[in-house]
């Protein structure tokens, strides 16, 4: 039982060039999010989904797109990359009910 | 908007000692409070977590006190362990938005 995926763990861009985050998770999880995390800042939402289909933003979703084609995946995609956006960033599922977020282990991305 | 203040920053104890983790929330509709435990390099992991509609919850050596009308809730770890030292989240969710309001994070030293 794998939980949440998230590919790659490392990522080195530079300004301007677009990537995608990818996260897989297959625990049947109605949500599904993305969260960057910041020395002092905490864990900042950017989107969430609800089902597939569904997208909302968060408390920072500038810069960043996504969708949710299936139940399983749902992938961060940075449009431009800034400097501003180098980051720990951090997907998250859970069943709607029950409100635990499950998290996978992170993608370090820096932005030259 | 919606904002989780969480202190302190750091904190060390002894081992066999006490923790506590304090956070106050803004949003008086938040209904659900949950505790996450960050190891290094790891994502973030649910330890505990409270409703609205209970005061204290206790796992073993860990605790959550809510005061709603204070806005404030709490972690206590008791007679901490080495394996405690990590980083502490609280969080902040009012039923239906499934949008979580995340605290700065407080990083806990538990010395030998």
């Known amino acids: 039982n794998a939980g949440v995926t998230q590919t790659p763990k490392f990522q080195v861009l530079k300004t301007g060039q677009s990537m995608t985050l990818q996260c897989a998770q297959d625990?049947?999880?109605?949500?599904m999010s993305w969260y960057r995390q910041d020395p002092g800042m905490g864990l900042r939402l950017i989107h969430y989904?609800?089902?597939?289909?569904?997208?909302d933003q968060g408390e920072v979703p500038n810069g960043y797109n996504v969708s949710r084609s299936t139940t399983e995946d749902f992938p961060l995609r940075l449009l431009s990359a800034a400097p501003s956006q180098t980051s720990v960033y951090f997907c998250?599922?859970?069943?709607?009910?029950?409100?635990?977020?499950?998290f996978g282990e992170g993608s370090r991305l820096t932005v030259l | 908007g919606e904002n989780v203040e969480q202190h302190p920053s750091t904190l060390s104890v002894q081992e066999g000692d006490s923790a506590v983790i304090k956070c106050t929330y803004s949003?008086?509709?938040?209904?659900?409070f949950p505790w996450y435990k960050q190891e290094l390099g790891k994502g973030p992991q649910l330890i505990i977590d409270i409703r609205s509609n209970v005061g204290e919850k206790k796992d073993q050596r860990i605790a959550v006190t809510l005061n709603k009308t204070a806005k404030h809730f709490s972690l206590h770890i008791t007679e901490t362990q080495p394996e405690d030292s990590a980083v502490y989240f609280c969080a902040a969710s009012r039923q239906g938005t499934y949008k979580y309001i995340f605290g700065t994070g407080t990083r806990l030293k538990v010395l030998a």
């Open positions: 949003d008086s509709a938040s209904n659900y």
């Open positions: 625990m049947n999880h109605e949500y």
């Open positions: 989904s609800v089902g597939a289909g569904i997208t």
């Open positions: 998250a599922s859970s069943y709607l009910t029950t409100g635990e977020l499950f």
